[in-house]
T-cell receptor, first 113, second 113 residues
Framework: KAGVTQTPRYLIKTRGQQVTLSCSPISGHRSVSWYQQTPGQGLQFLFE???????NKGNFPGRFSGRQFSNSRSEMNVSTLELGDSALYLC????????????FGSGTRLTVV | GNSVTQMEGPVTLSEEAFLTINCTYT??????LFWYVQYPGEGLQLLLKATKADDKGSNKGFEATYRKETTSFHLEKGSVQVSDSAVYFC????????????FGTGTSLTVIP
């Protein structure tokens, strides 16, 4: 079974630009969540999608948005990038029962310069 | 509300030493509990889990027991190896809040030969 695939692995953007990150969940998993990880703040929850609907949302500004497609693939978008958005962005998928926990991708390392 | 508290790191141990990483939680419902491990440059990997009180999760020599009376899920390993050097995250998933995940801040472990 293929794991959670995130693309790209590394990205360098300039302040003010926007970026789109992609996540393909494990086959059969309909729930996809996104996390931001930084040395100072640790793991912070961005949002969770299930069947194309956002079910939970963390405490991030509106510049951070996401969506999920009918095949469960998900994208997150960050507009008007700031230096503080530099982080490792992790995608995770799970079956909706959730008892088996998340399976995480390897992440996208975003650097804003 | 729900939260997870982990012991502060970093932790440095000699090879073959005994490891304990403390984790306590608060939850409104009856959560499942998890330990995740993150190796440098990678995403999080599920290490072990327990879904109800008194369950013991185990994997790769690591163990943790779900203690409802002390609201704890401490991670232990009898003899650590250099390859165990990583960051360890305790987490809970609470069905009463839609199985939303709550992560601890992570504990960095370094094992020296």
């Amino acid at each position: 079974k293929a794991g959670v695939t995130q693309t790209p692995r590394y990205l360098i953007k300039t302040r003010g630009q926007q970026v789109t990150l992609s996540c393909s969940p494990i086959s059969g998993h309909r729930s996809v969540s996104w996390y931001q990880q930084t040395p100072g703040q640790g793991l912070q929850f961005l949002f969770e999608y299930f069947s194309e609907t956002q079910r939970n949302k963390g405490n991030f500004p509106g510049r951070f948005s996401g969506r999920q497609f009918s095949n469960s693939r998900s994208e997150m978008n960050v507009s008007t990038l700031e230096l503080g958005d530099s982080a490792l962005y992790l995608c995770a998928s799970r079956d909706w029962a959730g008892n088996y926990g998340y399976t995480f991708g390897s992440g996208t390392r975003l650097t804003v310069v | 509300g729900n939260s997870v508290t982990q012991m502060e790191g970093p932790v440095t141990l000699s090879e073959e030493a005994f490891l304990t990483i403390n984790c306590t939680y608060t939850a409104t419902g009856y959560p499942s509990l998890f330990w995740y491990v993150q190796y440098p440059g990678e995403g999080l990997q599920l290490l072990l889990k327990a879904t109800k009180a008194d369950d013991k999760g185990s994997n790769k020599g690591f163990e943790a027991t779900y203690r409802k009376e002390t609201t704890s899920f401490h991670l232990e390993k009898g003899s650590v190896q250099v390859s165990d050097s990583a960051v360890y995250f305790c987490a809970l998933s609470d069905p009463s809040t839609g199985n939303q995940f709550y992560f601890g801040t992570g504990t960095s472990l370094t094992v020296i030969p």
